[in-house]
């Protein structure tokens, strides 16, 4: 029996579709009887619409590039489904999901919030706010605060690159997260606004980040301006977070500098969101602005088709131009980005014991995990071509050759310390875990910075004295802020002669410069040697 073309329909949460890894045109569906059946392309992406809330009506019109569907293509991808108990319908059971969903490593939801129905005082409320005038109301207030800060600029380095308190930088944090909840928040009213309904809501652990979510599938069945609106809705909400706190800050003036820091940091943390290859508000937003849905499954195998083809495949991809090229940044960016964080935290993990290593396995398995598990989706593609026999080994060849390449090049390598300044008024650099790091034996040079909680301002230049001497601090280097009561840190110290620059604070930070060594050779010296 064929449903209406018209007719909506919902699929259950248990019904997941994965690609088959050595058959670019076939799927697997995995039913919520645990049947798992292989299906075709076309079937698969109809799946997909049907589940991202698009009315079947309006599914012909979203056919990719060369394919060609009616009505009744739409209608018998309805019905099989229905056989297969996949479809929620009113007589059907469903057994009551877990709230703890475990995606992977770095993505791990609790649902708090199952909304079945939002209520009408509910309804009126996110109608009023995200009306046209509440709307102007925030953005106002947003421009108001960039309009303080045009007029001081040095407010914002000040703020970012002074040291504060623990208890002032707990409460950053705390307005920082509390801000990614009404970001959340936004996109579900938003919906509300304009007639949708949030699925899920509830707080995640994200990249080992406290985080919050708010699923809003129901917004890909709406047009395109509501689309947008409820996508944007929550990088808005932080635009005026954190307006709110940067007006309050400078309305309190010299008391306001906290207010002022965690304004820019929420602005900070909304502005992320714009990132469009990673799947954030960002990449939905150009998903909905192009009317492409599926970007970034239809990109990562797009960029994994062409590049198959290039070492023995059968076929580049089919897919639009930008497509292709989207998904190159797609593939790569994750890998980039944890890559440089990698690199950015690596002094500073280096002293933190245990914890230090945990987080460096974390992102590291990350990065290749990522690296392996597109490489492998395209060596299982080009292993289908007729040229596999030559491409694949080329391929693993380069690689091989352009990681050695990479690991042999020269870099500068640095060590991260705490400036301290002593009882008889002397300058002094203290190395964290010294007990196991390398310390220059000769004179190194030292840059000298502010010990900001975003921002390090370098305030002076110097050299280290080769001597060495057992000193405390009341912090290291790796923790932007200062505190007298604050348990203190042993370590090894060495002099430093101030050459160049303003004096530097009481407390700050700098980096000693060691002499230029192989990446490998670097890597290996803070893993190994430096208090792991």
Same mark, same amino acid.
């Given at each position: 029996?064929?449903?209406?073309?018209?007719?909506?329909?919902?699929?259950?949460?248990?019904?997941?579709?994965?690609?088959?890894?050595?058959?670019?045109?076939?799927?697997?569906?995995?039913?919520?009887?645990?049947?798992?059946?292989? %299906?075709? *392309?076309?079937?698969?992406?109809?799946?997909?619409?049907? #589940?991202? !809330?698009?009315? $079947?009506? /309006?599914?012909?019109? +979203?056919?990719?590039?060369?394919?060609?569907?009616?009505?009744?293509?739409?209608?018998?991808?309805?019905?099989?489904?229905?056989?297969?108990?996949?479809?929620?319908?009113?007589?059907?059971?469903?057994?009551?999901?877990?709230?703890?969903?475990?995606?992977?490593?770095?993505?791990?939801?609790?649902?708090?919030?199952?909304?079945?129905?939002?209520?009408?005082?509910?309804?009126?409320?996110?109608?009023?706010?995200?009306?046209?005038?509440?709307?102007?109301?925030?953005?106002?207030?947003?421009?108001?605060?960039?309009?303080?800060?045009?007029?001081?600029?040095?407010?914002?380095?000040?703020?970012?690159?002074?040291?504060?308190?623990?208890?002032?930088?707990?409460?950053?944090?705390?307005?920082?997260?509390?801000?990614? %909840?009404? *970001?959340?928040?936004?996109?579900?009213?938003?919906?509300? #606004?304009? !007639?949708?309904? $949030?699925? /899920?809501?509830?707080? +995640?652990?994200?990249?080992?980040?406290?985080?919050?979510?708010?699923?809003?599938?129901?917004?890909?069945?709406?047009?395109?301006?509501?689309?947008?609106?409820?996508?944007?809705?929550?990088?808005?909400?932080?635009?005026?977070?954190?307006?709110?706190?940067?007006?309050?800050?400078?309305?309190?003036?010299?008391?306001?500098?906290?207010?002022?820091?965690?304004?820019?940091?929420?602005?900070?943390?909304?502005?992320?969101?714009?990132?469009?290859?990673?799947?954030?508000?960002?990449?939905?937003?150009?998903?909905?602005?192009?009317?492409?849905?599926?970007?970034?499954?239809?990109?990562?195998?797009?960029?994994?088709?062409?590049?198959?083809?290039?070492?023995?495949?059968?076929?580049?991809?089919?897919?639009?131009?930008?497509?292709?090229?989207?998904?190159?940044?797609?593939?790569?960016?994750?890998?980039?980005?944890?890559?440089?964080?990698?690199?950015?935290?690596?002094?500073?993990?280096?002293?933190?014991?245990?914890?230090?290593?945990?987080?460096?396995?974390?992102?590291?398995?990350?990065?290749?995990?990522?690296?392996?598990?597109?490489?492998?989706?395209?060596?299982?593609?080009?292993?289908?071509?007729?040229?596999?026999?030559?491409?694949?080994?080329?391929?693993?060849?380069?690689?091989?050759?352009?990681?050695?390449?990479?690991?042999?090049?020269?870099?500068?390598?640095?060590?991260?310390?705490?400036?301290?300044?002593?009882?008889?008024?002397?300058?002094?650099?203290?190395?964290?875990?010294?007990?196991?790091?390398?310390?220059?034996?000769?004179?190194?040079?030292?840059?000298?910075?502010?010990?900001?909680?975003?921002?390090?301002?370098?305030?002076?230049?110097?050299?280290?004295?080769?001597?060495?001497?057992?000193?405390?601090?009341?912090?290291?280097?790796?923790?932007?802020?200062?505190?007298?009561?604050?348990?203190?840190?042993?370590?090894?110290?060495?002099?430093?002669?101030?050459?160049?620059?303003?004096?530097?604070?009481?407390?700050?930070?700098?980096?000693?410069?060691?002499?230029?060594?192989?990446?490998?050779?670097?890597?290996?010296?803070?893993?190994?040697?430096?208090?792991?």
């Amino acid at each position: 029996m064929t449903a209406p073309a018209v007719a909506p329909v919902v699929l259950r949460e248990e019904v997941q579709l994965s690609r088959l890894r050595d058959v670019s045109a076939a799927w697997l569906l995995d039913t919520p009887t645990g049947r798992r059946l292989k %299906v075709g *392309h076309d079937f698969a992406l109809i799946t997909q619409f049907l #589940a991202a !809330g698009a009315s $079947p009506d /309006r599914i012909p019109d +979203m056919a990719p590039p060369g394919a060609s569907w009616r009505a009744e293509h739409v209608d018998k991808v309805v019905a099989r489904l229905g056989e297969l108990d996949c479809l929620l319908t009113a007589d059907t059971v469903v057994t009551k999901a877990a709230r703890l969903r475990y995606h992977d490593l770095f993505a791990i939801q609790l649902d708090l919030w199952r909304p079945q129905r939002v209520g009408d005082r509910a309804t009126r409320l996110a109608k009023a706010i995200w009306s046209v005038p509440g709307i102007v109301l925030g953005l106002l207030i947003g421009l108001a605060a960039v309009g303080v800060l045009a007029l001081d600029p040095g407010v914002v380095a000040t703020a970012l690159g002074s040291p504060v308190s623990p208890v002032d930088l707990g409460l950053v944090v705390l307005i920082t997260w509390l801000s990614t %909840v009404i *970001h959340e928040l936004s996109h579900g009213g938003s919906l509300v #606004a304009v !007639g949708g309904r $949030p699925r /899920r809501f509830g707080l +995640m652990l994200f990249f080992f980040m406290p985080a919050a979510y708010c699923e809003v599938t129901d917004v890909w069945a709406l047009p395109r301006p509501s689309r947008a609106l409820v996508i944007l809705a929550g990088m808005m909400s932080q635009f005026t977070v954190g307006g709110l706190l940067i007006l309050w800050g400078t309305y309190r003036g010299p008391d306001g500098g906290l207010a002022t820091l965690a304004g820019l940091v929420v602005w900070i943390a909304g502005s992320i969101n714009l990132l469009p290859f990673v799947k954030l508000d960002g990449y939905l937003l150009v998903a909905t602005l192009t009317e492409t849905p599926f970007l970034l499954k239809r990109s990562l195998a797009a960029f994994a088709d062409d590049l198959a083809a290039l070492v023995g495949g059968t076929r580049p991809s089919d897919e639009a131009p930008w497509i292709r090229f989207f998904g190159f940044f797609t593939t790569f960016t994750p890998l980039v980005i944890s890559v440089v964080v990698l690199g950015r935290l690596l002094n500073t993990l280096s002293t933190w014991g245990i914890v230090g290593v945990l987080i460096v396995v974390g992102l590291a398995g990350y990065a290749l995990g990522v690296l392996l598990r597109s490489g492998w989706a395209i060596v299982c593609r080009a292993l289908t071509g007729p040229r596999a026999r030559f491409g694949v080994p080329a391929l693993a060849a380069s690689i091989t050759a352009g990681l050695v390449g990479v690991g042999m090049l020269p870099v500068q390598e640095e060590l991260a310390v705490a400036v301290t300044r002593t009882p008889d008024d002397s300058l002094q650099v203290v190395y964290g875990q010294a007990d196991h790091c390398f310390i220059p034996d000769r004179s190194a040079p030292v840059r000298l910075s502010t010990n900001g909680v975003l921002l390090q301002q370098p305030v002076g230049r110097g050299v280290t004295d080769p001597r060495t001497h057992r000193t405390e601090v009341s912090t290291v280097a790796t923790v932007p802020v200062t505190w007298p009561d604050a348990p203190r840190t042993v370590g090894l110290a060495q002099g430093v002669h101030v050459e160049g620059g303003d004096v530097p604070l009481e407390a700050g930070v700098g980096t000693v410069q060691l002499p230029s060594a192989p990446l490998a050779q670097v890597v290996f010296h803070r893993v190994w040697r430096c208090g792991w």
